[in-house]
T-cell receptor
Framework: SQTIHQWPATLVQPVGSPLSLECTVE??????LYWYRQAAGRGLQLLFY??????ISSEVPQNLSASRPQDRQFILSSKKLLLSDSGFYLC??????????FGPGTRLTVL | AQSVTQPDIHITVSEGASLELRCNYS??????LFWYVQSPGQGLQLLLK??????LVQGIKGFEAEFKRSQSSFNLRKPSVHWSDAAEYFC????????????FGPGTRLSVLP
């Protein structure tokens, strides 16, 4: 069966520091991968999606970037964090039909 | 572009009572529709989905949803709520070849009274 991992689970970072969040999927190949952000009390905002290695699309302009160095690895990065980057970051994968499967999420607090 | 609305931000029901969470969508073609549940601090779990066929779909945990094209709705129901159902519920519509147009509603927070 397929599983999706995210780490770290929780992160507290100062403003201006770099960021790297990792997402890996097991048990499937060539999945579509997604990064979402969920701000406090709000719905999910799609940040990036990827249909293959080094194929990344950005949905919204922002302070973040994404990379997919391997088929089942998706990384969310920032060179300098802003206060507004705080939130709950969710990685998701999809293969075949439409439903997306979500990881456990990373809680990021920028101070 | 598609959009999803969930008119109720917060709903409180008593344990054992019935539940209906509303979802309305806007999309020009036949939508793919989903309901997800999120417990505090957790990821999202798929409850059920609609692609085509029977407009009443059954999901996990005793939930069901009915697709009504004429009303552009996909409401979630459960006949008897359990305390463990307290969570945030998201309706979503999917479109596009790569699922990049997977749009979520703002969510409805469900509280359950003992």
């Amino acid at each position: 069966s397929q599983t999706i991992h995210q780490w770290p689970a929780t992160l507290v970072q100062p403003v201006g520091s770099p960021l790297s969040l990792e997402c890996t999927v097991e048990g499937t190949s060539n999945p579509n991968l997604y990064w979402y952000r969920q701000a406090a009390g709000r719905g999910l905002q799609l940040l990036f999606y990827s249909i293959g290695i080094d194929q990344i699309s950005s949905e919204v302009p922002q302070n973040l970037s994404a990379s997919r160095p391997q088929d089942r690895q998706f990384i969310l990065s920032s060179k300098k964090l802003l206060l507004s980057d705080s939130g709950f970051y969710l990685c998701a994968w999809r293969f075949g039909r439409w439903e997306q499967f979500f990881g456990p999420g990373t809680r990021l607090t920028v101070l | 572009a598609q959009s999803v609305t969930q008119p109720d931000i917060h709903i409180t029901v008593s344990e054992g009572a019935s539940l209906e969470l509303r979802c309305n969508y806007s999309y020009g073609a036949t939508p793919y529709l989903f309901w997800y549940v999120q417990s505090p601090g957790q990821g999202l779990q798929l409850l059920l989905k609609y692609f085509s066929g029977d407009t009443l779909v059954q999901g996990i945990k005793g939930f069901e949803a009915e697709f009504k094209r004429s009303q552009s709705s996909f409401n979630l129901r459960k006949p008897s709520v359990h305390w463990s159902d307290a969570a945030e519920y998201f309706c979503a519509v999917g479109a596009g070849n790569y699922g990049q147009n997977f749009v979520f509603g703002p969510g409805t927070r469900l509280s359950v009274l003992p």
